[in-house]
């Protein structure tokens, strides 16, 4: 490493670590502070040293010399001796300077990774890959490779948000992002902010109509803006949805050309009207790089996304063979950009064929484990919901229209799980609460 000095400051990781052996608790609030973690160290029996400190913290146990040596030596990771460690200590005569140490760290672990994005850019362009990729690469390695300039809130500023919060969900129903369905919402709690909800079902049960009646409504009633990355619909295909949600009528009448004048005259009035809505979509095949990239993009002014769904989206050069550990990095790259933005992000996924019947060949409701193709998506999602034909529907079977459909909140971290009857009304592109259907007949 000696050649490339520039980037790495073995006093700054020195001192830093002698600090925390001098005034453990006082300069670990600093480096928490700072979000220092032990890749901010390039100079290995540092970076190891760091590690085991930040176990002993987690564990409770006393941090010193001997029990960080102690920890090294069952890792059997590279770390210094004992008189190492003790010069470490006499470097950090004042810890008051730890904070100026760290900046330095913080600077050379940018400057870290965009050296190695730098290397990799370039033999990237020198291949047959599309400059596409490697703008797409750029963009998400400066979001998520970079050191977080974010500042820690002070717990007076995180306890007068959750007042504001509550507050508002005194008015609003909701301290979140509000839900189309109050039924549903009234289980959920709504959608929170900076999360990952994944909505999953088989084909063709409802969940992209599901998604659009949701950001329709956000669009349109609450006025919030929203996105929609589609990777198995065409942007034309989604608006028709829209008006046809908006407007009730029988589509399958356009389609087979049985619309009157006064129909098709309402379709285009409602067209052009919605065409101010702040709906911001993006059809086609992309990358989950190209995706965090559209997200990150517009955070701040789009807190809402859609992705669907999960299993279309274009496997890139950079993800794993594996098509589990393909998943387990989308789960994880969605979830942290939905965290880095403060942008909700609701995820669709397909489940598996077997999710609507068990072991015994009769009618069940899926559960949050008969996600396709990762149980990552379960693990990283704040809310699981899912959609599934009603029990009284034998077999495979599938109703043309009004069809009984079970909306189930499978897993939520942030309130209850439990089940709405809905009805899937297909022809007029929307899914509505059972109770809805049940008051306009009575």
Not at 99 to 105: E, H, K, N, T
Not at 130 to 146: N, R
Not at 310 to 322: A, C, E, L
Request: with cysteine; proline share 3%; hydrophobic share 35%.
């Amino acid at each position: 490493m000696a050649d490339k000095e520039y980037l790495y400051s073995s006093i700054a990781e020195q001192f830093v670590i002698g600090a925390v052996f001098k005034a453990p608790r006082e300069t670990l609030k600093v480096l928490e502070t700072a979000g220092v973690t032990e890749e901010w160290f390039a100079i290995p029996r540092w970076k190891y040293t760091f590690e085991a400190m930040l176990n002993l913290k987690t564990a409770g146990t006393i941090i010193d010399v001997s029990s960080v040596l102690e920890v090294c030596t069952k890792t059997a990771k590279g770390f210094a001796g004992r008189t190492v460690y003790e010069e470490a200590v006499q470097i950090a005569k004042d810890i008051r300077n730890v904070s100026y140490y760290v900046d330095i760290l913080k600077e050379k672990m940018t400057r870290r990774v965009i050296n190695e994005m730098s290397e990799k850019t370039i033999r990237m362009l020198k291949s047959d890959e599309p400059v596409e990729e490697a703008v797409g690469y750029i963009k998400v390695t400066l979001a998520h490779g970079l050191p977080a300039t974010k500042k820690k809130k002070s717990v007076d500023q995180q306890l007068s948000e959750l007042d504001v919060g509550y507050r508002r969900a005194r008015k609003k129903g909701t301290n979140g992002i509000p839900s189309r369905f109050k039924e549903c919402q009234g289980i959920t709690g709504g959608y929170p902010h900076g999360k990952m909800i994944v909505i999953g079902s088989r084909p063709k049960i409802g969940k992209t109509l599901f998604m659009c009646n949701e950001t329709r409504y956000l669009a349109q009633d609450i006025g919030m803006p929203v996105g929609v990355i589609s990777l198995e619909m065409m942007e034309a295909e989604l608006r028709e949805r829209y008006i046809g949600d908006e407007l009730g009528l029988e589509l399958i009448d356009f389609r087979n050309g049985k619309a009157t004048d006064d129909q098709l005259n309402a379709f285009l009035k409602c067209g052009n009207k919605q065409k101010s809505l702040p709906i911001h979509i993006y059809d086609g095949n992309r990358t989950i790089e190209d995706i965090c990239m559209i997200i990150r993009d517009l955070a701040g002014e789009v807190m809402f996304f859609a992705i669907d769904y999960i299993q279309r989206i274009k496997p890139s050069r950079f993800d794993p063979k594996s098509d589990r550990e393909r998943l387990d990095r989308w789960s994880q790259m969605i979830t942290d950009t939905a965290n880095d933005t403060g942008t909700t992000v609701m995820a669709l996924a397909q489940l598996n064929r077997e999710s609507e019947i068990d072991i015994k060949g009769k009618r069940c409701l899926p559960v949050a484990k008969n996600l396709k193709g990762s149980s990552m998506f379960e693990q990283d999602a704040t809310m699981v919901i899912l959609l599934a034909r009603d029990i009284c529907i034998p077999g495979d079977q599938q109703w043309n229209d009004n069809q009984p459909t079970v909306w189930r909140c499978a897993y939520n971290r942030t309130g209850h799980t439990g089940d709405v009857d809905m009805i899937f009304q297909k022809s007029k592109q929307r899914l509505v609460e059972k109770w809805m259907v049940n008051s306009k007949e009575n």
